[in-house]
């Protein structure tokens, strides 16, 4: 004891607390890099006119990134877990198509039919969450697996019991008018603004609370951080993943429903390929690819700023196309970005 | 082989000629020891010697093979670290023991966090979590900067001293510290015996695995020290001094040896380059 204290003079004041301070502001703000991006994109598209800044066209951008931020913060939730949905896309597609055959060849009320296709994502989610977690295989090439399965059963599953590509007239079915008004309707005529940017900020508040305020909060930080830390000290690991493998493909559904409720049919291609952008949202909302780290309001300003682009850029009058390059170009940028803090943080000092 | 016990009554923590077989390894055999309240106990001993299985049948990762485990007195028998952990042992792991991203506040109360309001609206009770974390951490003498930081920014000496104070919060009545200081500089390692001694004090018995004898005497009441899986002894602090348990732990006679063959090898005085 008198010797270990003998070699202990009191610990001097770090030299580099300056540095740490600055790092760790930033560190706790995983949405600022977003948060710049977003408000440079809006005076960028601003500056070009055409209306894109007026109340009209801002109806118009809020809808496309109410498309993807509605999916992008179960999706940040689930990559700050350290796991990956890649059939997230594909399932808003099923989802649809499988409320469409519902209402219109089993002759279902709407409401019921809204039921069995949330309960179809909770199951979807629990088997991409089950097979993960039971084969401790990546996340990435299991949810591919279910990503390609559902992606024949939607093209092929149409076919068969439509004969065409596409479930329509979905307008006809028991209960179209109600569920319309909750899914489905605009608001603040006559800017028409859709209801389910509503459903975006809502989500987007309880996916934060549940992130940063909550227990369940910290175990989904934990389990993406180090699970087998967060195993030793008592976290349900298993559980907190596959929970939130289930909150992915439900949202996914409530997408799909409100997406054929709004359109009335849906394409059998519905949704594939939009579990990248999904990724995309997240990653330039701060989450780390690697888990552990993430935000979900970033998650949304990632949404918006993918939103703002793909509107923006034919509201300028450039070619649609040059939506990709800048996709990639953010993209990128996030990532270095991330990489940088994830570098700084995880280093140990010893 | 056990030094005259320090307190009446059971003790808080005593094996009794556990065993472990891996097969047709024996990697521990038959070792006796004991812990009381407000006690360090060293458990000394070369990579190899037996510190790790001993330690995992303690905090219930293993099961011994044949001899007793007892708690309080009474046997004990764990099938999982939750068993232990349900009777205040708590075990301090080297990396193991924290989430680098999160900050110092989420990962005090991983696993545990203290909520308020009702459901669905219960929630993680944030102000309450980061007072009681800056409070924890001044008890055993660290000044963290901000509860916000990031574990990975801490050093690897604080970082310990935050899981033994984590420890201590939640009711451990035994700590059990694997090599804490083994991958530490001197004042890192000054930290975390600190923080040992801190425990000691609140009465938490503290079994403290270390293969370094300059880190275990200063703050050990009892020794034990392992070789090839066997004990070659338990010492109470006034049976045994620095040199002598030095000398034990690195296994006697081959030590004197090695000494031995380094001084023939060493260069005459004054060639030093």
Redesign the interface.
Known sequence: ?????E??PP?PR?ER?AQ??L??RL??LPELGALVGAVAVFCLFWIEGNGFASIDGSANWTDSASELGIMAVPVALLMIAGEFDLSAGVMVGSSGLLLGLLVKHLDLNVWPAIVLVLLFGMVMGLINGALVMSTRLPSFIVTLATFFILQGVNLGGTETFTGSVLVSDIDSAKGYGSAKRIFATTWWSPHDFQVRVFWWLGITAVGA?VLM???F???I??VG??A???R????PVVRTKILLFMATSTTASLLGIMTALLLRSVQAGEGIGREFYFIIAAVVGGC?LTG??GSAIGASIGALIIGMATIGIPFAGWDQNWVFLFLGVILLAAVLLNAAI?H??????? | MNAAPAATGPHLLEVDNVSKYFGNVIAVREISAYLNGGEVLCILGDNGAGKSTLIKILSGVHQPDSGRLLVDGEDAHFTSPRDSRARGISTVYQDLAMVPLMSIWRNFFLGVEPTKGIPPFRRFDVRLAKRTVREQLLGIGIDIRDPDQPVGTLSGGERQAVAVARAVHFGARVLILDEPTSALGVKAAGVVLRSVVQARDRGVGVVFITHNPHHAYPVGDRFVILNRGQSLGSYAKGEIDLDELIRLMAGGEELTELQQELQTMAPPAGSER
């Open positions: 004891m008198a010797k270990a204290a070699a202990l610990r770090d607390l740490t301070g790092f760790a560190f706790k609370w305020r909550t227990r909060g910290n175990w930080y934990s951080g180090d087998v830390a967060a030793n000290v008592g976290v780390l552990g780290y994830r700084w943080a995880a280093r140990a000092r010893l």
